[in-house]
């Protein structure tokens, strides 16, 4: 099922390639913490290219001698592409005595011991450096553009690793859902990664709609409201401080993740939502059907040491920006420059 959203500054007006090789796109995940030293817990920080998490989790399980279930990571990271990321392995009575083994698959660059496992969104930001190929030109609407995120923030758009290889994980979600037997059938994995389809397409439509409606930098009556930094959140009636809050990005309005639960928006954010609820009425009731609990989501996203480096001779483009968990370089990069992605390579995670 493809998208046609609406970014708040306009359409780009240049277009480029991604990922044209891995040393294009760089990611480095940062814990926002330091890990504490005790506990059974070995964290490694690990650089790795050409290896989707999942297959990263395996060697180590290898490599450690220790079951993939017993290993913890935050973030699923880009397979084409150089990330660094941490990951824990559990490793009982072996504080201290653990050999590190070298591999030529990936480098460890940093170790220590925790005494907590490491769950998924538990970093706190990603930096990025990617290098975009095949820009022409770099108009003063781009750098207009640019500014503008780098001032007012980027929607906060679900990028297209949510919806698969082929961009039909909500088609295929339906098929499956829409049969009984299938449904029986789904692993917990698969599952999960359906639903996750289901309400980050019913997101991105929603918040494409409250763009198009012009209710994107301001706050919107009835809103519910998310704390910066955290996935605390509250309602409270539109008033100045709550807007000087708002332009200070202190805080941002939500969208619902939508599912089963108290619905705390009100007054016009609802009504928004209930209209685009109603359009995709299949795949809400869906989600209603398989219990899936209602979470709230931000609209923007703050972006942090936000920099960018024209070459007209090389035509590329070399954009470093940090961006908190959970929210996409993708969805960032949207808003100024129209990417592709090499035929060979269409996996993002």
Known sequence: MTETLLYPYGDPAVTGTIKTQATDFRVDEELGFEPDGAGEHLFLQIEKTGLS??????????????????????????????????????????VGRMSVPETCEYEILDQGWHHRKLRPGTHRR????????????????????FDLVAVKGMANYFGQQRFGRQQDNVRQALRAFGNERKARKLGRSKKSLYLSALRSHLFNQILSRRIGSGFWNEPVDGDVFMLAGSQSIFYAPISQDLIDRFEQHDISSTISLYGVGNQKLQGSALSLEDRVLAEFGVIRDCLLQQKTRLAMRATRVTVGNMNYDYSGADRTLKITATLPRGSYFTTLLNHFVKTEIPRADHSLR
């Open 53 to 94: 998490t999942p297959e990263l989790i395996d060697r180590v399980a290898v490599d450690f001698k220790v079951k993939p279930r017993d290993i913890g990571y935050s973030g699923l990271k880009d397979k084409h592409a150089v990330t660094r990321q941490w990951l824990s392995l559990q490793l009982p009575g072996q």
């Open 126 to 145: 990603n930096r990025f450096d990617v290098t975009i190929r095949n820009v022409g030109a770099f108009p003063a609407r781009t750098q207009d553009q």
